[in-house]
């Protein structure tokens, strides 16, 4: 099997998975994407262990600690402005130990799967106010918001993890390392 075959044969997996998730109802707090087929993929893939909360949201209330959980290369194409990269791979907690427990904290990631199991993690270590950003940084691009470089420049270029992943990104520059 060729990896563009495997390619599409995964997709198909994850886009029936979606479909099939949508014929499910929806937790009321799950908010909407810009693409509904995105939205019943995260309907499929998240645990909703962790309160979402939606670019509009994030965009409207002051500003939380943000906390990035892909990997290094993924971080340093760009990020949320303000963000700090914590990871995922080797997450620990001690990255964290100077933050309040009950300081309001987004953690995000490409899609919103790995951040939320950090985020799980920070509540399991008594952190009160955690939230995920539902669909991740490709939601928050996909809504026209900035993402910045490591010098904070803006930039439209995004790590979009596989090619598999790259198709829920809709705007930006796709980058895979």
């Known amino acids: 099997m060729t990896t563009s075959s495997f390619v599409l044969r995964l997709g198909g997996v994850l886009?029936?998975?979606g479909l099939v998730a949508a014929c499910q109802s929806r937790q009321a707090d799950a908010p909407p994407t810009t693409n509904k087929l995105y939205s019943a993929m995260l309907n499929g893939l998240l645990k909703?262990?962790?309160?979402f909360v939606s670019v509009a949201q994030?965009?409207?209330q002051p500003a939380p600690v943000l906390l990035?959980?892909?990997e290094p290369a993924e971080f340093a194409v760009s990020h949320l402005r303000g963000a700090k990269w914590v990871g995922y791979d080797n997450f620990s907690l001690a990255e964290?130990?100077?933050?309040p427990k009950n300081t309001p904290i987004v953690v995000y990631c490409?899609?919103?799967v790995r951040s939320e199991k950090i985020g799980a993690q920070l509540q399991a270590a008594g952190f009160t106010n955690v939230r995920n950003l539902y669909g991740g940084l490709f939601e928050w691009m996909n809504e026209g918001q900035p993402v910045f470089t490591a010098d904070n420049e803006p930039t439209d270029r995004v790590h979009a993890y596989s090619p598999t992943w790259g198709i829920w990104l809709q705007r930006g520059q796709k980058v895979y390392q």
């Open 15 to 17: 886009l029936l998975v």
């Open 48 to 51: 909703e262990s962790v309160p």
């Open 58 to 60: 994030l965009k409207s």
């Open 68 to 70: 990035d959980t892909r």
């Open 96 to 99: 964290v130990e100077d933050i």
């Open 110 to 112: 490409s899609v919103g």
